[in-house]
Each structure stands twice: as C-alpha cells, then as structure tokens.
C-alpha cells in the first residue's frame, strides 16, 4: 500500500537555511509534499529559495493589516487554501495567538536556537555566551500558546568554546538546525511522533529522554 506524502506549508521570515534544509531532504527522501512557503515579509531570500525549488511562494505581509487578528484571519486563509497536514515555522519571526495555535494543535512546530527551555525568546546565542553556559544548541518543538513553550520532539546540542562569538555559536548551532529539522519532520511525516501528557513519544518512548522525568 502507498502512503501519500504529508502536505507541508512552510512559514518564514528571512534567509530561509531552514527551509532550504527542508527543500534538499524532500528532493532527497523525506516524505512530503512541500505545497507552499509564506513569508510574511516580502523580498526575503527563503521566497527565492522557495521559488527555485518550484513551490509557491506567497507574502501575507502583516504590516498591511490594523492588528494581529486580521493579518492571522489571511494568513490561516492562504494556508488552508494547501490543506496541510503540516506546517512548519522556519524562521517565522511573528507571535502567534491562541487562536491559530488551537485552530493547528498538533501539526504545528518550530525550530528554536536554544537548547529549551532555556533562552526562550530573541538574542539566544548572545544570551547563552553571556550565561557562561558550556552547552548551547537548537530545539524543534510542538507550538503551544506559550511562546517557544511547546514539548520538545528533538534536540542538537554543541559545545560552546572559548573565545566564541554570538555569530561563531550561532553557524554551529545552525549546522545542527538544518540536520534536526528534516529529522523531526521525517518523524511526523511518518506517523512516529505522538504526545501524552505534554510529552512528546517517539515510536511510544519519550522522544527526548531526560525530560521524561519532567511530565
Ligand atoms: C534560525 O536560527 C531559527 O532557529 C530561528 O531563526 C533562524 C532562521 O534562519 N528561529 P533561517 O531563515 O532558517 O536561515
């Protein structure tokens, strides 16, 4: 029996790595059906990135909209017009409310460059070199209300060196961003992924296991 690929919508703001992470594991075997790629400013380099690969690429650009509910009320429009199953934050640098977290509960996720729950927010690797932590790394989690608050599915960790810079630990951390976002995505795209009790399984187990004792 043939399973369809998953429909996936990507969200950007910017440079779009990530999606082009996604892009090449999808020309490669990933298993989904990359329908579109949202930007929601215009010109940005992820919409080129888009284009060249064949996906539609749209702007819901929110600074043509009064306030954050009439500019999510077009961009879940132009998200639905996909019908994903899927959609992926990739560099979508817009908080999101209540409601369009609830209206994609469990088949939305984000990457963050933090090793969550710490540094939740902007400015992390600054943050994490100023905290004096050895550790540092990324986190693809579940969307929830909480911003960058959602259960973990998979994280990357890298050493922070001596003499490292903000730009330095964020390539390093970036690398691992482009190797665990088409894994987490693999992960969903093939029915492996579930959460009970704010916890996210893998294959039944907690996928990340020293949270396990956290649930
Ligand atoms: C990444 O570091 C991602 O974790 C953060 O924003 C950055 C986006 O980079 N949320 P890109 O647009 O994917 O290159």
Redesign the pocket.
């Known amino acids: 029996m043939s399973t369809q690929p998953l429909a996936v919508v990507v969200l ?8 082009q992470a996604i892009i090449d594991a999808a020309a490669h075997d990933l298993p989904v059906d990359l329908r579109a790629v949202i930007s929601n400013r215009p010109g940005v380099a ?1 919409l080129e990135r888009g284009r060249q690969a064949g996906i539609a690429a749209e702007v819901v650009d929110h600074t043509h909209y009064p306030d954050r509910a009439a500019f999510e009320k077009e961009l879940v429009r132009v998200i639905d017009a996909h019908d994903p199953g899927l959609v992926v934050l ?2 979508f640098m817009r908080v999101l409310t209540a409601g369009f977290v609830a209206h994609y509960r469990g088949r939305l996720i984000n ?3 933090s090793l969550l729950p710490a540094f939740p927010g902007l400015d992390t690797h600054a943050r994490a070199l100023e905290a004096g932590v050895t550790e540092h790394g ?1 986190t693809v989690h579940f969307v929830t209300e909480e911003v960058d608050g959602g259960p973990p599915i998979v994280q990357a960790r890298v050493p922070v060196l001596a003499n490292d810079t903000p730009d330095a630990l ?1 390539a390093r ?2 690398e691992q ?1 482009h190797r665990i976002f088409p894994q987490a995505i693999r992960w969903f795209a093939e029915r492996r992924l579930s959460i009970a009790h704010g916890v996210v399984l893998l294959d039944g187990e907690p996928a990340i296991r020293d949270q396990a004792s956290a649930a």
Do not use: D, K, Q
């Not at 950007?12 to 990530?18: E, V």
């Open positions: 950007i703001s910017g440079r779009g790595s990530n999606l992820g990739a560099g990457i963050h460059p990324a964020a951390v970036l961003e």
